[in-house]
């Protein structure tokens, strides 16, 4: 039975370290979600641990710097990790082999600002690629948008390494956008490879508890697909964020049935506790 609390700081003195999500948890996209700097604030103050783990195809330093931005002091923070660092670290190894890619980004330059210190090269059409990197989309784009490149990437069998699992994002006003996970499970479900790099994949979990050195942990998100799961298949404790992806969700019904729904409908795994936002 997930237990509903009303101040996290309940519960903050069970854990070696706290785990944020950003969208849906820290931020809309464009601002910090009210009291979410306080309640930081006020973990930090009382000696908490606090991290970052990020479905971002951007790489830790410039999420670093965007949650900073928004009133988030550097130094909240001991780690700051995202799923764009994890594939760059990859492919900086050559734990990934290919070099040629064709990417997928929300906005013009964010994989060429990705693949700094990497010797790869990003090609004009999928015919010169070797693989397809599917970091981002632009707001208001939908599956749709992208079929005929999914098309020729299919017809030449190459793979996708999406470094942006989640399906869809929220943003202000209550707006949810399609994100890269709607296109790699779309592709896989057809028949094509798809590498994820992010929540709710074991390694990034076990990355991140590595470098915290810490048991006790608590993974804060928003999603049940992937920071709930995760967290859970990585042998952490999770709280659902109740005003971030399911906002509409929760503001129809009683938490409990709300909650059983949601879970019920994919046999997701049931979250610790949730509260409606960080506070």
């Keep these: 039975m997930t237990q509903v609390l009303d101040n996290i700081s309940t519960i903050a003195s069970n854990y070696d370290a706290i785990v944020l999500d950003q969208w849906g948890v820290l931020h809309d996209g464009s601002k910090a979600y009210t009291g979410a700097v306080d309640c930081l604030v006020g973990l930090a103050i009382n000696g908490i ?33 995202t799923s764009g660092e994890a594939l760059w670290r990859d492919t900086e190894t050559r734990f990934i082999t290919e070099r040629r890619f064709f990417p997928i980004e929300r906005s013009p330059g964010d994989a060429k600002n990705w693949a700094e210190g990497l010797d790869i090269k990003f ?3 999928v ?13 208001g784009n939908d599956a ?13 069998r190459l793979p996708i390494y999406c470094s942006n699992p989640d399906r869809s994002s929220p943003r202000s006003a209550g707006r949810l956008v399609t994100s890269p996970g709607a296109l790699a499970h779309a592709y896989r479900k057809r028949g094509g490879k798809v590498v994820f790099y992010g929540k709710p994949h074991r390694p990034i979990f076990d990355g991140l508890k590595s470098q915290l050195k810490a048991e006790r942990l608590l993974m804060v998100g928003d999603s049940l697909e992937h920071d709930i799961a995760g ?5 952490w404790d999770t709280l659902l964020i109740r005003s971030g992806l399911y906002a509409a969700d929760f503001d129809q ?3 409990d049935a709300v909650l059983a729904r949601l879970v019920a409908e994919k046999n997701y795994e049931t979250p610790t506790y949730s509260i409606e936002r960080l506070k």
């Design 127 to 139: 015919k010169a690629a070797q693989a397809i990197l599917l970091m981002g989309l632009p707001d």
């Design 253 to 255: 019904g009683s938490h």
């Design 123 to 125: 090609e004009d059409t």
């Design 49 to 81: 641990p606090l991290a970052v783990l990020s479905n971002s195809g951007k790489r830790s330093a410039l999420n670093a710097a965007r949650i900073a931005g928004m009133g988030f002091a550097p130094s909240l923070f001991t780690a700051v990790m």
């Design 144 to 156: 749709a948008q992208w079929q005929d490149i999914l098309d020729q990437a299919f017809e030449a």
């Design 231 to 235: 967290g859970h298949a990585a042998g």
